[in-house]
């Protein structure tokens, strides 16, 4: 009974202190992130002023982080401003979800096929190459005669083909990296290639996974302006478009740090998920992909 009772205390205790490393580990991950997008943030504002104080070109042209500030929040027509603003956000962010989602799932999808078939990668890859070397901006007007102007299948494979690429090959790459040990264990035990690539393959690819996320989300976006640019006529793609035509240059500046700020906190929030994934999945968050 002693015996016993000190094994359970023993146990309890060492899953006490896994817990607590589990803990300051993630507590340092975020913390980290905290401070990677806060320290962004102060060097894309320093260099932004430097820019706007030392190009020389026109501050009717260029806005300052103080202008764009008081555009949004002390102006007579602030609050308009701000509305209007997040209204487009809203919508490009809508699109940028679309093809963040399609671009992602294929990805997903191809790096298992990859996985499982070495010829499937030999006769896939050249094609998603293929789709990565062409300029989308000459890509996009096919696309848009094939699946209609003004349609979310469109705008989902725009934004798609930005994301493809990027997120197959690191997540293809992430499978590529399990122990053959682990593999040679399901194999032992009359596992299948499938059940290797479910039970070992994909939850060993997490930290792939999530870099591939993150490289994802600012390409989503930057799908969606294209697309609203040349397809659907809304969002800030369009506005941004209509604001550098009517000399609204307030309008325009506002536009690009609000979407950037976006990316730059979506980066973040990923980056914070990830710790938070792999602290629970009893990975170490300091390697990453």
């Not at 002023?49 to 764009?68: A, E, Q």
């Amino acid at each position: 009974m002693v015996d016993t009772q000190t094994k359970t205390v023993a146990v309890t205790d060492l899953r006490a202190q896994v817990r607590n490393a589990a803990l300051k580990s993630l507590a340092r991950s975020v913390g980290r992130s905290a401070l990677v997008g806060l320290s962004t943030l102060v060097i894309v504002l320093v260099i932004w002023i430097l820019v706007v104080t030392f190009s020389g070109v026109s501050t009717f042209v260029t806005k300052n982080p103080l202008d764009v500030f008081e555009f949004l929040f002390v102006d007579e027509d602030a609050g308009e401003n701000r509305a209007v603003l997040l209204t487009q956000l809203g919508i490009t962010l809508g699109h940028a979800s679309i093809g963040f989602i399609s671009g992602l799932v294929v990805a997903i999808i191809g790096a298992i096929i990859f996985r499982l078939s070495k010829g499937a990668e030999s006769a896939l890859m050249p094609v998603a190459m293929l789709l990565r070397s062409v300029p989308l901006i000459a890509l996009a007007p096919v696309i848009i005669l094939i699946f209609g102007y003004k349609s979310d299948v469109t705008t989902g494979v725009i934004g798609g083909i930005v994301v493809l690429f990027p997120a197959l090959v690191t997540i293809a790459v992430g499978l590529k990296s399990t122990s053959p040990q682990m593999l040679d264990v399901v194999s032992v035990y009359g596992g299948n290639i499938f059940t290797a690539v479910r039970k070992v393959a994909l939850p060993g690819a997490l930290p792939s996974l999530f870099a591939a996320i993150r490289i994802s989300v600012p390409g989503a976006i930057t799908g969606a302006l294209l697309s609203e640019m040349l397809s659907t006529g809304t969002g800030l793609g369009r506005t941004a478009v209509v604001y550098a035509t009517q000399a609204k240059f307030a309008d325009l500046w506002a536009s690009v740090v609000a979407v950037t700020a976006v990316a730059l906190l979506l980066y973040i929030v990923v980056q914070i998920l990830e710790s938070i994934v792999l602290s629970r999945m009893g990975m170490s968050t300091e390697r990453r992909n």
